[in-house]
């Protein structure tokens, strides 16, 4: 193929996936974004030893490759380059050729782990706040990461949206009633843990002093920074917290309402992800500090097995037609 009939062929897959709609568009903006976000710095890095180093997400793997952690750099790996990249891709080609391939709900989930990375940068921002051995600041590259894997999410919803489910006209019976306490108990684990410290470092709780998440977050935006924060209480704090009570809500009132607000929110809580980012941040200040975890971590981390839990139940109870016709989408 010549290099002119390629760039052609290019243009006119660019050209349908435009025509396809305005999951095509969103697309199309999400793969634009994504490049300069895996390529531009997200990260600044600012020692008393040495000067600033700013890292990209290829950079910051290759980093960890050279200095011998290879599982580290295989998991940022996998969850910052190669979910968003098989994510998007599959989606595009869903979107140009439906006929031709068939997507599923797991795209959905898939794209909330893409996440992990921005986590990341927002924890150890935060973290750097206590300049201790070193100052941690985000950079622009961040921002155009996170907007493509949100705009990628957003771009999933359009096209995978599912049909709405019913409304029951059975009442709850007593057990399901009894059933609310399952997400009543993650509601208030949620609850103490954004209000709890998350870890402590070199005898400091994590984000100057006894910060917790809740009292970090109008710090950060004090700061200049209000991106990360914004991201952070949309799908670590409301998200999650929608979620559940939404479940609550369908098992009290046996509305269809519910279930689709909850399986809404389902997509946007990502518990888990920010879980798993304050474990690799605590690996990676290890290497220079003394990192223990504290009271707020593993309140968050019971908060999600426990949301967790709750939603797999709720997936059965309306995937086995009991109560609602249509399924939900797959668990997180």
Sequence with gaps: ????????????????????????????????????????????????????????????????????????????????????????????????????????????????????DVFVVAVLTGAGRLRLLSTFESAPGVYWFAAAIVLTMVGAELLLKLPGNTLD?????????AATALPLAGLALLAAGLATPLMEVNKWLFWRNAYSLLAALPKMLEEGEWLLPLILVLTVVLAPMIRLAASMGYRLTRRSGCINLHTLASQWSMLSVFVLALLLVMLKLGAAASVEPRLGLWLLAGAGLVSGLDRWLLNRRTQSGMDVGSSPHSPS
């Design 169 to 177: 006209d059975s009442r709850p019976t007593r057990r399901e009633k």
């Design 1 to 116: 193929m010549t290099p002119r009939r390629f760039v052609r062929l290019q243009l006119s897959r660019l050209l349908r996936l435009w025509r396809a709609g305005w999951a095509g568009r969103v697309l199309l903006l999400s793969a634009l974004l994504l490049l300069p976000g895996l390529m531009l710095p997200v990260l600044t890095v600012d020692t008393l030893a040495t000067s600033a180093t700013r890292y990209s997400i290829v950079q910051g793997v290759w980093e960890l490759l050279t200095n011998g952690k290879v599982g580290l750099a295989v998991l940022i790996f996998g969850f910052s380059v190669l979910f968003p990249v098989l994510k998007l891709g599959l989606l595009v080609r869903y979107c140009v050729h439906p006929d031709r391939f068939s997507a599923n709900r797991w795209l959905l989930w898939l794209g909330k782990w893409s996440m992990l």
